[in-house]
């Protein structure tokens, strides 16, 4: 056994870190905060020049290839850093799935373009009345000669007011069962009948409601088969199961570190020394630690080619909610201080601890609820009978 | 990185599990209480190479890695194993990393079956020392004192005390006088052979109760799928399935992290000490949450002695308390992150 991620994978998280040295700083990470957008013009121009917009695709495809190992070690970095990633990860999530199932002309007309970091690609999945149950999706997608037209609501499509395009999960037949009536769109954002709405969340993120009434979209930007979005949408959605949120206690737990070193008691005594800010620290540091190995063990499962059938979602159910767990914790052992705001010139550490606890709410909702995550380990894992 | 045991520790793995299978059996389990020795299961585990696989070729062990004990360690733990291995195994480790004649003889003799040797987490108190593990069966019982590190022969005035995880526990008079005079191991290197023991029985628990709580998700899955109410298998509850998964979950990250700490005793020595208290302190909750979920999950029949999850539920209690509580070994990992408590 090795629990190394491996000599390539240091050398990439090194080039990471040389990279986010140059090109990341705490202003830019209090851009993101205070603008909510998770996406910065010069940064992503900065990610291109380096080739680093789709580094695990293939060199021949614009990639570096990297394996998941080294995947690992890149998205540790950016994660911690904070990078603006958000809307680079959308862009390639949807272009990974047109790379898999998309016609020619989509990938000639997408693929460079969103390796060039030229268009913001945002996705249109959830809806006031089909979060969790995504395939409950009711926005129609209607055929009128070799278009289509839609009209519906979709809830939480962030980055839509700087989109080219949505990636629009919509209903194209309501006499199938729900799983098998629905279809992929991508559709140009900048046109008549699409209308944004700005939605300010907890975390400091911008999202959207988007609403499209009679919205028109060519029959060439459907994405696979009519009523064979749900193939897609799995494409898409088996990135976001790889997920985890080490990192980000990562970020919690060095930002509380630096608050116990710096900060002392009415004694002067560092509260470092305290024991239940120690006992605080060390359960952090035992989270992070299995948040990793569970994450890890994906991207182990995904280089060796073996099945990940509960690994992925034991994966984002522990780390988001370990993050709000010892999120909560952490707010509390700091103590009144960490009420002070994030960016706010008086708060400890810059105020992390306190966008943590703010942060990790989101994190057991977003790409699949930790009940939808339960479901999946219950029933693919454990071998359980559905629930009714 | 590579998440995969060996072929060589595969062979480990099934041998030892063939054993455990064959002579650590739930009837096994129950008929060695309360005492928690089973003699033919131990015979059996010496015979297979549990204690000379614990020790270097230079005192005439196999030189095992810390990984390799910690792999069969998950078997025991699955299999509740009624046998004093860890203590055995750690203490024949810290003999052979102790210098001097008296430590090698002991040792010798340990590996010859002629005496057992265990360790006292604890420091002696007023009254003596308490709750020695395995001290009802062993024969020698090594102690820090500070520094120093000595050897007290066990002999009858021991008490056996019953414990809520049927372990083979000892509670030991000593008197100034008997420390005293006791045989003297180390002298000055007392407390770092006694941290580096400490951390290899964190390891070796860790791995155990690790193994332990998969086997009690296991059981309560099983039991889930199978047992009807209100016209479905209760396993199709959400309230039911929900609490299973998380078990299983954090049982999945115990083991990876108790494999991790296991490994970094050769591979990584300078994360040695954090990982194996962050080892423990993670798998003895794990094991503490899945056995009490997995328990729950049978309602009544969980609550009673004729249904094997109660031996679980029990042994994940006794088996970490007697080292220290998750929240001590938390407190260990800071200790070994930023020194110890007082010291910047």
Known sequence: MDFRLGESSEARRAEVREFLDAHMSLALEEQVYRTGVSHDGDFTRALVEQGWMAPSWP????????????????????????????????????ATVIRAVGTDEQKAEIIPKALAGEIVIVLGFS????????????????????????????????NAQIGDYVFLLARTNTEVAKHKGLTMFLVPLHQPGVEIQAVFT?????????YYN????ADAWRIGDVDGGWHAMTVALTNEHAAGFAAAIDRLLRAAETWARTTTDDDGVPRLQDGTVREALGRTAIDLEVSRLLQRRVAWMAATDQAIVAEGPMSKLFSSEALSTRAQDMAEVVGPDALRSYFDPTAPAHGVVEHMLRFSLGTTIYAGTSEIHRNMIAQRGLGLPRNR | MDLRPSDEQLQLIDAFGALYAKESTAERVREAEPLGFDPRLWSQLVELGALAMAVDEAHGGWGATLLDLELVAEEHGRALGPAP???????CRLLARTDGAAAADLLAAALAGARLPTVSPRAPASGGLALVPAGAVATDVIVRLD???????????????????????????????RLAGATVLAERSGAELFDRALDDWLVLTAGALAGMAERAVRIGVDYAAEREAFDQKIGAFQAVGHRLADVATASAGATLLAREAAWADDEEPGRRAELAAMAFSFAAEAARDATAVALHVHGGYGFMLEYDIQLYYRRARGWTNVLMSPSAAARRVADRRYGPEGAS
């Open chain 1, 59 to 94: 060199v021949e495809f614009g990639g570096q290839g990297l394996d998941p190992e080294e995947m690992v070690a890149v998205g540790e970095e950016l994660r911690l850093a904070d990078a603006p990633m958000y809307g680079i990860g959308t862009t390639m999530m949807v």
């Open chain 1, 127 to 158: 809806e006031p009345e089909a979060g969790s149950d995504v395939a409950a999706a009711t926005t129609r997608a209607v055929p009128d000669g070799d278009e289509w037209v839609i009209n519906g609501q979709k809830m939480f499509t962030t």
């Open chain 1, 202 to 210: 907890l975390s400091g993120e911008r999202t959207n409601i988007v």
């Open chain 1, 214 to 217: 009679d919205v028109r979209v």
């Open chain 2, 85 to 91: 291995l860890f203590e055995a195994q750690v203490a």
């Open chain 2, 147 to 177: 520094d120093r590190l000595i050897v007290l022969p066990l002999g009858d005035d021991r008490t056996v005390p019953e414990n809520v995880g049927s372990q083979p526990l000892a509670d030991v008079p000593v008197d100034p006088a």
